[in-house]
C-alpha cells in the first residue's frame, strides 16, 4: 500500500536582508494511514517550516516553496489550484499549533469556530453542524459542551482550548493531522491529558498523525517512527527504538546525551551540545553539523552527507562516520 | 543544624482584585502564595517546582522584595526582608541577585552587553573608576563564556543561550550570595540548555553560591538541585532531598507530576502505565476548601474536603502536606 504522505525532495527558502535561508534543504519522508511520525529538532532547524510546506501555507514573499513533492493520497499537493488547495486544509488534513490563544479566533464564539468548518467543508446546515459540534466537544472530553458552544476562547483555560483546536482538526474526518508543538505551552500535567486524548483518537480514528516537537520524552513515548532535523535537512530517521537506542548520527547522539534524566539519580555533569546552531545564510558546502561534532574528519569539510541506510532497514544517517559508532559512543 | 542562609515562615502574598474606575474596591483577593515555609542552607540549591499559577515565581519575587509580602517573615541572613525599608533594602539587593527566564525581554535592547553588564555596578557604586569596571565586565563574561568582542553587540545580535549568559554576568556583577534564578533555561534550545546548566553548576562551585531555583522541567530540577519543594495553588506539599523526592515522591500531586513526564526511552516508556491526573488547576481567587488538592486527587476522603492538610515530617527531611500518606 502506498504511504497516505510521501514527501520528496522538498525545498522552501526565505529570501532576507542577509541572504537567502534555506529553511528546508530538501526533506523527503512518508507518513503510513494511522502511524505517528515526530519531526524532532530545535528552533530553526526547519521542522515547522517543513510541516507548513505541505499544508502550502508559507508566506510569499518571503517565503517559497522551489522544489520537490508532497504526494497526499496519490495527489501532489504543490501541483494544486489554491482553490483545491482551500478545500483540503482543514477537512483531509487537520492542523494544531502550538499556541491555541492566537490560533483561535477571539471574536467568534467556540460553537462558530466548529460550525465555519462543518458548513464550508461539508456543506452543512447550522443545526446540523451545531449537533456535530457539541458531539466534537464530547470526543475531546469537555464536559457541559453546551454552555462551552457559547463561550470565547478567552473564557477557556489553555488546556481547554487546545482540546476545542483537536476537535476542530477533527471535525472533518481528516486522515492526517499536523500538530506543530501541540502542548509546549502547556503545564505538564495538562500536557499528559492532551497528548493521551491525541494518541486515543488517533488509534480509535485511524488517522495519521505528525507530531512536531522539541522534546525527546514527548517523542519516545508517542510516537512509532522519528526525523531528526538539523539546519534544513532530516540527519537521521528511523524507529524510535532506533533512534534512542542505536542512535547513528553524532547530532542525535549528542541531543540524547545532554539531556538530564528524570528516571536516573544526579550525574556528575551534562555533556551539552558545544557552540551554537548554525546561522543559515552562511553554510558552506560541508556537514552543517561540523563545527560542534566531536567526530567530525577531514572529509566532513569538503561536502554534506546525504542520508544512506544505517543499522536496520528503515534507518537512515546523514553521516560519513555513520557505521562506527560503538555503544560507549551512543550511551546516553 | 547550622542556621539557614535564608529562612522563609508562613509567607502569604495575597493580590486584591479590583472593582470601579474612581472609588476603587477591593472585592476579592488571588492567593497566589498562601502560607509557604522552606529555608535554604549556604551553598545549597533548593528547587521549587510547580505548574504555573502555583504561585513559584511570586515566592521568588516576595524573596527579592519585588512584592511586599501580605504576612510571613523573610528572614535573610539573619535580617527580616520583609521588613526592611527601601534603602535598607537596596544594600541588601546586592547580595541577593536574580536570573530571569526570558533573556529576550529581561536585557535593554538599546543597551550593548558592555553596559548591561556595568550598569550595576554603576549604580551601587561599586567599582567607580571607568577603566577598572570595563575591566570587571571582560571578566565577568568570561566567567560566562563569553569573550570581550560580546561588550560591544547589543542583544539582539546574539542567540537566546548568549543572552541569557549576560543575565548570568549581570547577576554575578554584584558578587552576590544568593540568586534567585526563575526559570533559567526553559526559553533555551535543548542543546542550549545543558550548557547553561553546566554553567551555573560552575558558578555555585567557584563562588559558593546558594540558589533558589525556579523551574517547572523537573528533569532540569533533579539534576541541579540538593533539596526541592513542590508547589500547588500557593502551597508547598511536599518537600525532601532531591533523590527521595524523585525515587520515593509520597503526595498524591508529586506523584502525579512525576508521572505525566515523560522519559526519553521509548523502552521506559513502553513499560509504563501512564493514566494522567484528571483536571486543572482550580483558580486561586477561590481555592477549594480543606486540602487544594482533592478535587483532583485520586486518593482523596472526605475529611480532605473539610480540614487543611497539616505539613508533616514522614522521615528525616521529607515533608508532606496530605493525611493519607
Known amino acids: 500500500m502506498p504511504p497516505l504522505l510521501d514527501i520528496r525532495g522538498l525545498h522552501t527558502e526565505f529570501r532576507t536582508g542577509a541572504g537567502i535561508v534555506r529553511a528546508v534543504d530538501g526533506i523527503s519522508y512518508t507518513v503510513n494511514a494511522g502511524e505517528t511520525v515526530a519531526i524532532v529538532g530545535e528552533s530553526g532547524s526547519g521542522k515547522s517550516v517543513g510541516a507548513m510546506s505541505i499544508l502550502r501555507l508559507i508566506p510569499d514573499p518571503p517565503g517559497r516553496i522551489v522544489a520537490g513533492e508532497v504526494l497526499f493520497d496519490g495527489r501532489d499537493l504543490l501541483k494544486l489550484r489554491e482553490e483545491e488547495m482551500r478545500q483540503l486544509r482543514g477537512s483531509q488534513i487537520g492542523m494544531i499549533f502550538q499556541e491555541p490563544m492566537t490560533s483561535l479566533n477571539p471574536v467568534l464564539t467556540i460553537e462558530r469556530q466548529l460550525t465555519e468548518t462543518l458548513e464550508e467543508h461539508r456543506g452543512a446546515t447550522r443545526a446540523q453542524a451545531v449537533e456535530r459540534a457539541m458531539e466534537l466537544l464530547r470526543l475531546v472530553g469537555i464536559a457541559d459542551a453546551g454552555r462551552r458552544l457559547k463561550q470565547y476562547p478567552h473564557q477557556l483555560s489553555g488546556g481547554m482550548r487546545q482540546r476545542v483546536m483537536i476537535a476542530i482538526a477533527l471535525a472533518c474526518d481528516p486522515k492526517l493531522i499536523i500538530a506543530d508543538e501541540p502542548t509546549t505551552a502547556l503545564d505538564v500535567t495538562i500536557q499528559a491529558q492532551i497528548l493521551e486524548l491525541m494518541k486515543e483518537l488517533t488509534q480509535r480514528l485511524n488517522i495519521a498523525l505528525i507530531v512536531i516537537t522539541h522534546n525527546l520524552g514527548i517523542v ?106 560503538t555503544a560507549t559512543d551512543q550511551a546516553a | 543544624m547550622t542556621t539557614p542562609l535564608l529562612e522563609v515562615k508562613g509567607l502569604r502574598m495575597h493580590f486584591p482584585i479590583t472593582e470601579g474606575i474612581v472609588t476603587r474596591r477591593t472585592v476579592g483577593e488571588v492567593k497566589a502564595v498562601d502560607g509557604v515555609d522552606f529555608t535554604v542552607g549556604r551553598g545549597e540549591t533548593l528547587g521549587l517546582v510547580g505548574e504555573s499559577g502555583c504561585g513559584k515565581t511570586t515566592t521568588g519575587r516576595c524573596i527579592l522584595r519585588l512584592e511586599n509580602p501580605t504576612a510571613g517573615s523573610i528572614v535573610y541572613d539573619g535580617i527580616d526582608i520583609a521588613s526592611l525599608g527601601q534603602r535598607e533594602m537596596v544594600k541588601l539587593r546586592q547580595k541577593i541577585q536574580v536570573i530571569f527566564q526570558d533573556p529576550f525581554s529581561s536585557l535593554n ?77 526553559s526559553a533555551l534550545d535543548v542543546s542550549i540548555q545543558a550548557q547553561v546548566i553546566n554553567l551555573l553548576e560552575d558558578l555555585r562551585e567557584k563562588f559558593g553560591l546558594t540558589y533558589l531555583f ?32 524523585f525515587d520515593n515522591p509520597q503526595h498524591p500531586y508529586t506523584k502525579a507530576l512525576l508521572a505525566a513526564v515523560p522519559v ?31 478535587p483532583r486527587c485520586p486518593s482523596a476522603v472526605a475529611s480532605c474536603k473539610v480540614s487543611r492538610p497539616e505539613t508533616r515530617e514522614i522521615k528525616p527531611g521529607h515533608f508532606v502536606a496530605c493525611t493519607e500518606v
Open chain 1, 220 to 325: 519516545a513515548r508517542y510516537a512509532t517512527r522519528v526525523n531528526v532535523m538539523y539546519a534544513g535537512r532530516i540527519v537521521e530517521s528511523g524507529t524510535a527504538a532506533a533512534i534512542y537506542h542505536d542512535p547513528r548520527h553524532p547530532y542525535t547522539i549528542a541531543l540524547l546525551r545532554s539531556v538530564p534524566r528524570l528516571d536516573r539519580p544526579r550525574q556528575a555533569r551534562l555533556e551539552p551540545v558545544e557552540g551554537q546552531p548554525p546561522d543559515l545564510t552562511r553554510l558552506d558546502g560541508g556537514c552543517a553539523f561540523r563545527p560542534r561534532c566531536r567526530f567530525a574528519v577531514a572529509a566532513c569539510a569538503l561536502s554534506r552527507p546525504v542520508l544512506a541506510q544505517a543499522g536496520a532497514d528503515d534507518h537512515f544517517a546523514a553521516c560519513f562516520r555513520a557505521g562506527e559508532f
Open chain 2, 214 to 245: 525556579i523551574a517547572h522541567d523537573l528533569s532540569v530540577v533533579r539534576h541541579l538541585c540538593q533539596r526541592v519543594a513542590v508547589m500547588y495553588l500557593g502551597r508547598i506539599v511536599e518537600l525532601a532531598d532531591s533523590d527521595e523526592l
Open chain 2, 264 to 294: 526519553p526511552d521509548p523502552l521506559v516508556e513502553q513499560g509504563r502505565v501512564f493514566r494522567p491526573v484528571q483536571g486543572e488547576v482550580p483558580s486561586p481567587i477561590n481555592p477549594p476548601p480543606g486540602c487544594v488538592f482533592h
Open chain 2, 109 to 185: 535592547p538599546r543597551m550593548k552587553v558592555g553596559q548591561i553588564v556595568a550598569e550595576p555596578m554603576k549604580v551601587h557604586g561599586i567599582e567607580p573608576d571607568a577603566a577598572k569596571r570595563q575591566a570587571r565586565v571582560l571578566e565577568l563574561l568570561s566567567i560566562c563564556g563569553l569573550n570581550a568582542g560580546f561588550a560591544d553587540r547589543y542583544p539582539h545580535e546574539m542567540s537566546g543561550g548568549q543572552r541569557q549568559r549576560v543575565g548570568i554576568a549581570r547577576a554575578l556583577a554584584m558578587n552576590p550570595e544568593f540568586i534567585v534564578c526563575d526559570e533559567p533555561v
